[in-house]
């Protein structure tokens, strides 16, 4: 009787233990269960990241052949750019013998283009105008002194060439010139000016910058 008893008693502590324990079981199963969704969430993360890694190499090729697009459309950017370095300087000369700018800047050997427009109204004999772009140290007292006995070669001196980088042609009213040149490789200031007899005393000169 007296072990009948604490079998008795026993029977439900043992029962309640087996409870417990698959309780526990049970609770091991929840705590597990986060683990593996974990794992599954850590499984579909890296699916993720894999779609990921997929999607950006999708994308990385599809960026580089956009580059490549660019690329090859980008010889013509290059070219748009190189055209865009062309430093294109318009110049305007009028009867009062004076050029709009009296100073210009482009970069050594860079490709330069000048316009050049007689805006005046007074005839080519009196008051036509050039744009000469002498050399560095060129003597300008003694290129304008000869180009004042140069009416035949449009008061451009032969004798004078070598000084010359570039020059329009001598405009009447109304008229226009263009020419392209490369800037010097040597920076430093240059002059330019318009050899028509007079002009460069009166002031039809200015300083072309080469950076
Ligand atoms: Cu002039």
Same mark, same amino acid.
């Given at each position: 009787?007296?072990?009948?008893?604490?079998?008795?008693?026993?029977s439900p502590v043992i029962n309640a233990t087996a409870s417990r324990v698959k309780r526990a079981e049970s609770l091991t199963q929840?705590?597990?269960?986060?683990?593996n969704l974990c794992d599954s969430a850590?499984?579909?993360m890296k699916l993720n990241t894999?779609?990921?890694?997929?999607?950006?190499?999708?994308?990385l090729l599809a960026g580089c052949g956009k580059k490549e697009e660019s690329a090859s459309a980008g010889s013509g950017a290059a070219n748009s750019a190189n055209a865009s370095a062309v430093a294109t300087l318009e110049f305007? $000369?009028?009867?009062?013998? !004076?050029?709009? +700018?009296?100073r210009a800047e482009v970069? $050594?050997?860079?490709?330069? !283009?000048?316009? +050049?427009?007689?805006i005046g109204s007074m005839p080519k004999a009196?008051?036509?105008?050039?744009?000469?772009?002498?050399?560095?140290g060129a003597d300008i007292q003694a290129f304008d002194k000869a180009a004042i006995g140069a009416a035949a070669t449009d008061y451009v001196p032969a004798s004078m060439q070598d000084q010359?980088?570039?020059?329009?042609k001598l405009l009447g009213p109304k008229q226009t010139d263009e020419i392209t040149f490369k800037a010097p490789t040597e920076p430093g200031e240059y002059v330019f000016l318009c050899s028509f007899p007079a002009h460069y005393q009166a002031g039809m000169k200015g300083v072309f910058v080469v950076q």
């Open positions: 009787m007296r072990s009948a008893m604490p079998q008795k008693c026993l929840v705590i597990a269960r986060p683990a850590r499984s579909t894999l779609t990921v890694s997929l999607v950006a190499g999708v994308l305007t $000369a009028n009867d009062s013998m !004076k050029f709009n +700018l009296n970069k $050594a050997g860079q490709e330069v !283009k000048v316009i +050049l427009t007689n009196a008051m036509g105008h050039n744009w000469v772009l002498l050399k560095k010359i980088i570039a020059h329009t």
